[in-house]
């Protein structure tokens, strides 16, 4: 069946286009939304336009959509994007947000496709193990929550990330998967990717409670063999 990724740039995404792979969806386009809400509970918000990026970086015809005015509104300019290609299903990296989850189910059950979602209720540790175990190479670009501080920016996903996490979730119940916010990541390598993201300057940005790490060059790069 032929599908489009909703990327964003993050984990979530990128791992689900490769579950979505592995379960034998041919990927054809990488769709990218920049929310039009800075605030938006639908859409990753941090560099969103690195989606297009990861699209190349897979190999996959890039798409973006914005409306410039809220997540309703840049749900119906999706629908316009997706009624003019032809896919069969579109690939989402919903992993524990009804609100998000419910809003693509009804969005792809009025164009007729299947929404495809591989992390919907996935526990969010076992997220984390699969992409250290794959050898996705993911940075932190965004964290606002307890115990995090600024040297969690630039953070790559290992080992040492995940006990620390966990540590997180046991004092503060911060999601394991950044599911509310508490981080945002960026894939800069992934087993499909053709090519890999290298970031060529990037600028840090800390308020003593939160932070990002803003990207303000990037480029693709042949992978090493």
């Not at 209720?121 to 984390?128: A, N, R, T």
């Not at 090519?195 to 003593?208: H, P």
Request: hydrophobic share 40%; net charge negative; with cysteine.
């Amino acid at each position: 069946m032929r599908a489009v990724a909703l990327l964003s740039g993050g984990k979530d995404s990128t791992l689900a286009a490769h579950l979505a792979v592995e379960d034998g969806y041919e990927l054809v386009y990488g769709l990218t939304v920049i929310p039009s809400d800075s605030e938006s509970m639908m859409f990753h918000v941090p560099n969103a336009g690195l989606g297009t990026l990861v699209a190349r970086a897979l190999g996959l015809e890039p798409l973006k959509v914005r409306s410039g005015r809220d997540d309703e509104a840049d749900i119906e300019e999706m629908a316009l994007v997706l009624d003019e290609i032809d896919v069969d299903a579109l690939v989402s990296g919903a992993i524990a947000s009804r609100y998000q989850k419910e809003r693509l189910d009804r969005l792809c059950e009025e164009l007729g496709i299947e929404h495809v979602h591989p992390l919907w209720g996935m526990d969010p540790f076992e997220e984390l193990e699969i992409l250290v175990k794959c050898g996705f190479e993911v940075v932190v670009i965004g964290v606002s929550a307890a115990g995090m501080d600024e040297s969690w920016l630039g953070r790559r996903i290992d080992r040492d990330f995940i006990e620390d996490v966990r540590r997180l979730y046991e004092d503060y119940r911060v999601h394991p998967a950044g599911e509310g916010g508490e981080y945002e990541t960026l894939v800069l390598d992934a087993p499909l990717f053709e090519r890999r993201i290298v970031l060529e300057r990037v600028e840090k940005r800390w308020d003593g409670f939160s932070g990002e790490l803003i990207v303000k060059e990037a480029r693709l790069v042949p992978k090493r063999r």
